[in-house]
């Protein structure tokens, strides 16, 4: 079975500073990879995912990621972060053959500094 | 377009009561998977439906159901209300007949007392 783990329950930025959310994820063979962004009260929000072909991942607000098989990783990077980045993020796996389901991550909190 | 949009936002039940929740995905996608967010547990999956047959199920008991009409409008049930059952349920569609691309609603936030 796949799952995943965020290390990071909570990580603090200030506005401007660079960013890094890590993703650990466990699966047989070549995952489905995402991140999403959840805004308080509201729902989720794909930011980006990797199924395939160049491990360096472009999403949406200025957000990329990059998958290292080696290391079993999906890390979320953004090199300036805004005030309105404050939300929690939320990395998932889902298999790449059948249901494609995808399992969540517990989910990391950003907190963004003035 | 517009989004997924789930009915209603926020319901208030006492243990015991039965619950159902709606959710109406985005024009022409006919994939509907639910999911329930608590602190404690954090995201898990509940069903997927598509073409109005429940495709995957999650590990969770029979009193959480669900079904899909043939417009791709889809509600869960959830009946015997436990205060564990408190949560945020998320509705997402998804475009094709696979779950790898799904769009979230808001939630609906569902307090049992």
């Known amino acids: 079975a796949q799952s995943v783990t965020q290390p990071d329950i909570h990580i603090t930025v200030s506005e401007g500073a660079s960013l890094e959310l890590r993703c650990n994820y466990s699966y047989g063979a070549t995952p489905y990879l995402f991140w999403y962004v959840q805004s308080p009260g509201q729902g989720l929000q794909l930011l980006l995912k990797?199924?395939?072909?160049?491990?360096l991942v472009q999403g949406i607000k200025g957000f990329e990621a990059e998958f290292k098989r080696s290391q079993s990783s999906f890390n979320l990077r953004k090199p300036s972060v805004h005030w309105s980045d404050a939300a929690e993020y939320f990395c998932a796996v889902g298999a790449s053959g059948g249901s494609y389901i995808p399992t969540f991550g517990r989910g990391t909190s950003l907190i963004v500094h003035p | 377009k517009a989004g997924v949009t789930q009915t209603p936002r926020y319901l208030i039940k006492t243990r015991g009561q039965q619950v159902t929740l709606s959710c109406s995905p985005i024009?022409?996608?006919?994939?509907v998977s639910w999911y329930q967010q608590t602190p404690g547990q954090g995201l898990q999956f509940l069903f997927e439906y598509f073409s109005e047959t429940q495709r995957n199920k999650g590990n969770f008991p029979g009193r959480f159901s669900g079904r899909q009409f043939s417009n791709s409008r889809s509600e869960m049930n959830v009946s015997t209300l436990e205060l564990g059952d408190s949560a945020l349920y998320l509705c997402?569609?998804?475009?094709?007949?696979?779950?790898?691309?799904?769009?979230f609603g808001p939630g609906t936030r569902l307090t049992v007392l």
């Open positions: 024009s022409g996608h006919r994939s």
């Open positions: 997402a569609s998804s475009p094709r007949g696979r779950t790898d691309t799904q769009y």
């Open positions: 990797y199924f395939s072909g160049d491990t």
